[in-house]
């Protein structure tokens, strides 16, 4: 910007200085010339007056000194005098300017260039009473006799001019630029600015306000996740380490020969339980940790028959329903949806895993397919526990349970909601959740078809 604005004054100041000498110039010829017509005025005018007292033959006898040319010329244009040609040299002159004018004025004046226009020839003519009009003619430079004449002085002006201009245009644009290098962008202010950068000042106020704000939420963002994973990583370890305890407990009263013969198989059974959540659990933290790795680009996504999908699921879960005396059952219609099939499995199944588990003896799960506009809906309810009011927000959170010790009586990790939370996400996927403590609860489940 500012070499352009430098070159752009240092323009303006060259054109502003070529016009002014071509307008001094054009005004000083123009006023050569009108002095030179008045002097040829003066000289004719004298002459007349010598003619008229002497008639013209003392011109013959008049010593040609000066550049100047007399001529007498009959009204037909016969030359009859010239002061510097021969008379037999002469053409007819009723076709020169001046004369015509004369003739019908009294008076006329004509320029004529020579050739090479470096030569003008300026002419007067008078018409005498005595019926003839005397000639005066007087050679000059022209303008651009002048201007070589004057080139050095001239080139060595422009040349100055120039200097000075760029001289000019320098420190301009220092004086216009210091405001706009003064202000720091990190900084702004409009006050010592000029008023048309004002908006854009205003602008990058504002902007940097904004750009603030942001860093200060980012900022929050990332302490908040900081947060969140120095608690997941404090609830792993808790939870990891409850089953752990009791494992080593059982083996250790099981090596100091604490426990008769007969009840080592219960102890083993315990054992055998706790370590199988402890593998639930490590299960889910590793689908979880892979869900928020956010690298979604690892699963294939295919078109799934999410009616077939819940079938299968219906079939695996129906033993264990049947151990509880629970009814399961899936119905609904053909729908298929875009999908990551191991993820809609998995979600599915903890939804009814859940229904299951948190259910009464002779309750029942119902699983329903169907189409709800743009939508393929699965609602999965059970007349269960259900979940209060309270908690039902919490339900999704990791390692949330509404009662702890029942969750880890039916083998819960309290992960299974929050991989069905960022399992829909990765489906664009809702989901809502309806329940009533010791009536029951209904999930369901909007995928865009
Ligand atoms: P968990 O492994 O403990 O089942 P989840 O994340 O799957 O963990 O569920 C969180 C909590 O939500 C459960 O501990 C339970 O208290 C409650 N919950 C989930 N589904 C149901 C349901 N169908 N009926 C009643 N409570 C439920």
């Given at each position: 910007m500012r070499t352009e604005l430098t070159k752009r004054i240092f323009i303006a100041c060259m054109i502003v200085f070529l016009m002014s000498f071509g307008l001094v110039l054009y005004m000083l010829n123009s006023y050569l010339a009108k002095r030179n017509l008045a002097e040829l005025q003066d000289k004719a005018l004298y002459i007349s007056s010598m003619i008229e007292q002497n008639s013209w033959d003392f011109l013959k006898n008049m010593q040609n000194t000066s550049n100047t040319r007399t001529t007498i010329i009959a009204l037909d244009g016969t030359v009859l005098f010239d002061s510097m040609f021969p008379l037999e040299q002469?053409?007819?002159?009723?076709?020169?300017?001046?004369?015509?004018?004369?003739?019908?004025?009294?008076?006329?004046?004509?320029?004529?260039?020579?050739?090479?226009?470096?030569?003008?020839?300026?002419?007067?003519?008078l018409c005498l009473e005595d019926n003839y009009i005397i000639r005066v003619s007087m050679n000059q430079d022209s303008i651009w006799v002048l201007f070589i004449q004057m080139l050095s002085p001239m080139l060595a002006i422009i040349f100055s001019m120039m200097i000075l201009s760029i001289l000019l245009a320098f420190s301009s644009t220092k004086k216009i630029m210091l405001p706009i290098n003064k202000l720091d962008p990190e900084n702004p202010d409009d006050r010592n600015i000029y008023d048309e950068m004002k908006p854009f000042v205003r602008k990058l106020i504002v902007q940097n306000q904004q750009i603030y704000h942001q860093m200060e939420?980012?900022?929050?963002?990332?302490?908040?996740?900081?947060?969140?994973?120095?608690?997941?990583?404090?609830?792993?370890?808790?939870?990891?380490?409850?089953?752990?305890?009791?494992?080593?407990g059982f083996a250790e009263i099981i090596r100091d020969g604490y426990v008769q013969e007969k009840d080592i198989s219960h102890f083993a059974d315990n054992i055998y339980k706790e370590t199988q959540r402890m593998i639930s659990l490590v299960n889910d933290i590793l689908k979880l940790s892979k869900l928020e790795d956010g690298n979604i680009n690892i699963y294939e996504r295919e078109s799934v028959n999410l009616l077939e999908l819940c079938?299968?699921?219906?079939?695996?879960?129906?033993?264990?329903?049947?151990?509880?005396?629970?009814?399961?059952?899936?119905?609904?219609?053909?729908?298929?949806?875009?999908?990551?099939?191991i993820m809609l499995d998995e979600i599915i199944y903890n939804i009814c895993d859940n229904a299951i588990k948190y259910n009464f003896s002779g309750g029942y799960v119902k699983i329903l397919v169907k189409k709800q506009d743009t939508h393929a809906v699965i609602e999965i309810s059970d007349n269960g526990i259900g979940i209060p009011e309270k908690d039902q927000e919490r339900v999704f959170e990791r390692f949330y349970r509404v009662n702890k010790s029942h969750s880890k009586e039916v083998g819960g990790t309290g992960l299974g909601l929050s991989i069905v939370k960022h399992g829909m996400a990765l489906h664009h996927a809702k989901i809502i959740l309806e329940s009533q403590e010791n009536k029951g609860t209904c999930m369901k489940l909007y995928f865009p078809v």
């Open positions: 002469l053409e007819n002159h009723s076709n020169r300017i001046e004369f015509q004018e004369a003739l019908q004025y009294g008076s006329g004046s004509s320029e004529r260039y020579s050739e090479s226009l470096l030569k003008k020839t300026a002419n007067y003519a939420q980012l900022q929050n963002e990332h302490k908040k996740q900081d947060a969140i994973r120095r608690e997941f990583t404090a609830n792993v370890s808790h939870e990891l380490k409850t089953p752990l305890t009791s494992i080593s079938q299968n699921i219906q079939e695996r879960l129906a033993l264990h329903a049947e151990k509880k005396q629970i009814a399961i059952s899936c119905e609904g219609e053909t729908i298929f949806i875009i999908g990551i099939p």
